[in-house]
């Protein structure tokens, strides 16, 4: 089946650096992925969807230049967490879907925590 | 915009016990998806409907699609200490374009 592939799975960082987070389609091209924010014991919260050699698009409310999404290749995505702050820290998570007959397959999540 | 709403947002049964999680939309879908999370995991894809009055089945699950397209059930007889977990439904509007998320039913089972 479809694999999603998301590292790193945890990272400790420091206020004021940055922090990349990838996910790779293993075995399929995704020309979309989607990234969201989860929030203890809450639903997933959409940040954004990569479109593969275009800009992102951004949820309202969620700011372009903190979250920087790149997605340079169709298996490829990275989400960047810039001058991060503990109010960063949260579950992201990214997917994509294989054919529109079938849902999303989930990365692993990356659990990102500012001190 | 899109609203998915889910209830009920928690439900403690006892093994054996049936358990139903029920999903609402503000405006008609043209599918719904529904998916589990284990606890520290991530959401994990169990089935797409996209026929109005749908009903699909795996093993204990049962999933159902309304008639309007505008709400869905996911149904687990005799739940299984194997159940726990936040079960999602999301609703897309589009077959390619992104779904809404419900805030999820999180299921506890006491063996």
């Known amino acids: 089946g479809a694999v999603v592939s998301q590292h790193p799975s945890r990272v400790i960082c420091k206020s004021g650096t940055s922090v990349k987070i990838e996910c790779r389609s293993l075995?399929?091209?995704?020309?979309?992925m989607f990234w969201y924010r989860q929030f203890p014991k809450q639903s997933l919260m959409l940040m954004a969807t990569?479109?593969?050699?275009?800009?992102?698009?951004?949820e309202q409310g969620v700011e372009k230049d903190k979250f920087l999404i790149n997605h340079a290749s169709l298996t490829l995505s990275t989400l960047t967490v810039t001058s991060a702050h503990p109010e960063d820290s949260s579950f992201y998570i990214c997917?994509?879907?294989?054919?529109?007959?079938?849902?999303?397959?989930f990365g692993s999540g990356t659990r990102l925590t500012v001190v | 915009g899109q609203q998915v709403m889910q209830i009920p947002q928690y439900q403690h049964v006892q093994e054996g016990e049936d358990f139903t999680t029920y999903c609402n939309s503000s405006?008609?879908?043209?599918?719904i998806q529904w998916y589990k999370q284990r606890p520290g995991g991530h959401p994990v894809f169990l089935i797409q409907?996209?026929?109005?009055?749908e009903v699909k089945k795996q093993k204990r699950l049962t999933f159902q699609f309304g008639e309007a397209k505008k709400n869905s059930s996911l149904h687990i007889t005799a739940t299984q200490t194997t159940d726990v977990g936040t079960y999602f439904c999301?609703?897309?509007?589009?077959?390619?374009?992104?779904?809404?998320f419900g805030d999820g039913t999180t299921l506890t089972v006491k063996p």
């Open positions: 405006t008609t879908l043209s599918n």
């Open positions: 990569s479109n593969e050699g275009s800009k992102a698009t951004y």
């Open positions: 997917s994509a879907r294989v054919n529109v007959g079938y849902g999303y397959t």
């Open positions: 409907l996209v026929k109005s009055g």
């Open positions: 999301a609703g897309g509007t589009t077959n390619a374009g992104k779904s809404t």
């Open positions: 075995d399929f091209q995704a020309t979309t």
